[in-house]
């Protein structure tokens, strides 16, 4: 089979492509991940919040497409059944030298086009924040920034997509790209080989690499390391916006903001790396974005909430610029790179620009059938005890709590497994439905999770994964085992 686009990359820039080609009839359209699952690259570690867009240079395309990605967040969310809340972002100043930074940053926002902005003195973001540090001086207060859940983003995006005829193939690692003498881009991966006459590159910290392979035109994409902090519910209203200090060349800092499922985040740091898989935390990394939390917000106690941290790899491009267009020197080849922060915001409307711009070279026309809407996972404790009464009776799996810590039921866990792209690691299941996400960190579900999974897919237990690969749970039976 030919297929007429092959997205490289299951993260949020390729499910929201995917989705918004998914539109168009008589388009065969696949997605190659080298991961068992989307969102499973930079897509999965990162702050969870959405930009309102005031930090990005002004006349540039990252900053064009930050205010539409925020501008559509609200319908995308309500169609998709995402979690998302316009909490507002708040740039403190915590210098008299640097209050004339806020101002700029103020002017460049409006010119970007971002609404409501206004410059708040120290007695007014100390009435809408008590835990600010007393040293803060006035801040930016940005009422359209937003926080969501970027797992359920992509994997929405994902999901309608595959809803609407895309094909997603997964553990399958692109090796190498080359196109014959008819056009026909050929790929070879780990899996076999894919034909199709168009390619779109969103292959996050290696775009470049597949940009390089095709056109004469090098790109060079850095992966920069960020550590984050995720600190427990009782401290998931200590802020009720975004906190960010004045932004750096290096990125925005070290943010400290509540979360759309009940915590704190903390994060993230900004270290350049040669190595794209590094995803390990370090020490250094920790203690400086602990030290530089507190810079902000008064009394965090980061060390003793603190129920996870993790570290995400940006796709930084040297011009720190998102590169979404066609290859001049590699027809049929299409660039979404150096798609870093803020690309969460953004991906909607990168989404929406691939596909008028595909939709303008192929003479495109849209389906009658497309299919808009996605109904998400039932969340059984934001249920009223009759709802939840009703739900066990139709089904009895709902009423078996699997993970304590955020009061997951064995009903969750199965649709999350039976759903479009369902789960079939532990990791995909925690993204779906967040068991194993609270303050045990899965000590306590796992087995479960296992023994659902074994049950529900036939996987056998030692094969079960943490999150695909070698990331095996379970080495080998123990005399008289069984599943």
């Known amino acids: 089979m030919v297929y007429d686009v092959v997205i490289i990359g299951a993260g949020v820039t390729g499910a929201a492509v995917a989705r918004e080609l998914s539109r168009y009839k008589d388009l065969n359209v696949c997605v190659l991940e080298k991961e068992e699952d989307v969102c499973s690259g930079t897509s999965k570690a990162n702050s969870a919040i959405v930009h309102a867009g005031f930090d990005a240079a002004e006349g540039s395309l990252m900053a064009k497409l930050n205010v539409e990605g925020n501008e559509m967040m609200d319908e995308l969310c309500e169609d998709l059944d995402i979690p998302f809340k316009r909490n507002g972002s708040l740039v403190v100043c915590i210098h008299k030298e640097e209050l004339p930074g806020l101002k700029d940053l103020y002017d460049r926002g409006v010119k970007n086009g971002v609404k409501d902005l206004k410059i708040l003195s120290k007695e007014e973001v100390k009435a809408m924040e008590p835990n600010l540090s007393d040293n803060a001086l006035g801040a930016l207060y940005a009422p359209t920034g937003g926080i969501i859940c970027p797992f359920i983003l992509n994997i929405a995006m994902a999901e309608n997509a595959n809803v609407n005829g ?149 796709a930084h491009e040297d011009g720190h610029e998102f590169i979404i267009n066609w290859v001049d020197d590699a027809p049929g080849f299409f660039d979404c790179a150096g798609i870093e922060s803020p690309g969460l915001s953004s991906s909607p409307a990168i989404g929406r620009m691939v596909a008028k711009m595909f939709k303008e070279k192929l003479s495109l026309s849209e389906k009658s059938d497309w299919i808009s809407k996605r109904k998400g996972i039932v969340i059984t404790k934001e249920l009223s005890i009759e709802e939840r009464n009703e739900l066990i009776k139709k089904n009895p799996a709902y009423g078996t709590i699997v993970c304590r810590c955020e009061s997951i039921t064995e009903g969750e866990i199965l649709d999350a497994i039976h759903r479009p792209l369902g789960a079939r690691s532990l990791d995909g299941v925690k993204r779906r439905v967040r068991a194993g996400m609270g303050r045990c960190q899965a000590g306590f579900c796992s087995p479960k999770t296992m023994e659902i999974l074994n049950r529900e897919l036939g996987i056998p237990m030692e094969k079960i994964t943490k999150s695909g690969g070698k990331s095996n749970i379970v080495l080998e039976r123990t005399k008289g085992g069984r599943d």
């Open 166 to 314: 895309v094909d997603f193939r997964f553990n399958t690692e692109v090796e190498n790209l080359r196109k014959d003498e008819n056009g026909i881009w050929h790929i070879r991966t780990n899996n076999g080989e894919y034909l199709t006459k168009y390619i779109v590159n969103a292959a996050g910290v290696y775009a470049d690499k597949f940009h390089n392979m095709v056109s004469e035109k090098k790109i060079h994409i850095t992966a920069r390391r960020g550590d984050y902090c995720l600190l427990d519910h009782e401290m998931g209203e200590y802020v009720s916006h975004t906190i960010f200090p004045q932004p750096t060349k290096l990125g925005k800092g070290v943010l400290v903001s509540p979360t759309v499922h009940g915590n704190l985040i903390v994060g993230p740091t900004a270290v350049d790396i040669e190595d794209k898989e590094a995803t390990a935390t370090t020490a250094d990394g920790i203690n400086d974005l602990m030290e530089k939390s507190g810079m902000n917000v008064d009394n965090l106690n980061v060390r003793r909430k603190v129920i996870t941290s993790f570290a995400g790899l940006r």
